[in-house]
């Protein structure tokens, strides 16, 4: 993808790693400290494939999928500090979490099309702005240019946990392998990502580590380094 370069005054942080491996959490506390944005990316692909089941499209069928992507109008839209995707004018929030988006998310996520699609969205909505942005390639292939990557890890067996704690009964470890063994832009640790395994930390310990570093790499040596 050619990428319109990043204005100085954008800061990403970007947060990857596999499902449930407590990323949403940590990427919203880290954004409140810091006064940045947050966006969930996922947001945007489960709102996709909300988009194709509303449509009754087989989210298997790769050519469909890709022409419904194509033809969406895709937004992201606020509320306060929240920022949610709204396709064609429809406000999906009620529906990310449905059984039928998380069997579907992966699927739909592999398609090139919808990936081209929904990656431009997301740089356009950083641009220019200070965000923290959570997902499965956002440091690898999104914003492989930002020096601020982490990738936050938890054993399987917590991740399910953690799952199931949200009152959600989910298998991830599907969704995990889709999104790992996709050939287009898979879960993988970005280069140069600082890795974090979180299965024995809690939010607090997690986003200690993240300010920890960035405060080594200088971002906003003032604001970071003066309240850790
Ligand atoms: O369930 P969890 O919060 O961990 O996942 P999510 O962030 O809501 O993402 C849902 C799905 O969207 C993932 O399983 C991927 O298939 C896809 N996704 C992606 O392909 N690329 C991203 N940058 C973010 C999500």
């Known amino acids: 993808m ?4 990043l204005t100085k005054e954008t800061v990403v942080i970007a947060i990857d790693g596999p499902a449930a491996s407590g990323k949403s959490t ?3 506390e880290l954004a409140k400290r810091l006064g940045y944005r947050f966006l969930n990316s996922g947001d945007l ?6 988009s194709c089941l509303q449509s009754g499209i087989d989210c298997k069928d790769i050519s469909a999928v890709a022409t419904a992507a194509g033809n969406a109008r ?4 606020h509320e306060g500090n ?3 995707p709204k396709i064609d004018e429809d406000d999906a929030r009620t529906h990310l979490r449905d059984p039928a988006v998380n069997a579907n998310v992966s699927p739909v996520s592999a398609v090139p099309a919808v990936r081209y699609i929904l990656s431009a969205a997301i740089r356009t909505h950083a641009q220019g702005r200070q965000t923290v942005i959570e997902g499965r390639d956002i440091g690898s292939a999104v914003f492989p240019e930002t020096p ?7 054993h399987p067996q917590v991740r399910q946990r953690r799952r199931r ?9 599907q969704r995990d392998m889709i999104d790992s063994t996709r050939s287009t832009d898979p879960l993988t ?8 395994d979180s299965s024995t930390l809690d939010v607090n310990g997690v986003v200690g580590a993240i300010m920890g570093q960035l405060c080594s790499q200088g971002l906003s040596a003032a604001l970071l380094c003066s309240k850790e």
């Open 82 to 84: 929240e920022y949610y």
């Open 165 to 173: 704690n949200q009152g959600q009964n989910e298998e991830i470890a």
């Open 2 to 5: 050619t990428k319109p370069a």
């Open 189 to 196: 640790v970005a280069a140069g990502a600082t890795v974090i």
């Open 26 to 28: 940590v990427a919203r």
């Open 74 to 77: 895709i937004k992201v839209a």
């Open 45 to 50: 692909y489960r709102a996709m494939t909300w």
């Open 148 to 154: 601020y990557k982490f990738y936050i890890d938890a």
